[in-house]
């Protein structure tokens, strides 16, 4: 399955944690979204946001 991830799931060693096979299938922008800053980083409407496509 392919899935967009930003921020930390960006980094193949955080990915690793919480997956057990993985492949990067290269960067990505979701348009539409903006990525809002705290605790927890989350994604709000307008803008856009940068990250990579994960195959698991």
Do not use: I, K, N, W
């Not at 979204?33 to 940068?50: D, F, K, M």
């Amino acid at each position: 399955m392919d899935v967009f991830v930003y921020g930390t799931l960006t980094d193949p060693a955080q990915v690793a944690r919480v997956v057990s096979e993985f492949e990067f299938r290269g960067s990505a922008t979701l348009d539409g979204l903006h990525r809002v800053e705290g605790e927890y980083p989350t994604l709000a409407p307008c803008g856009e946001v940068s990250g990579r496509v994960l195959r698991t």
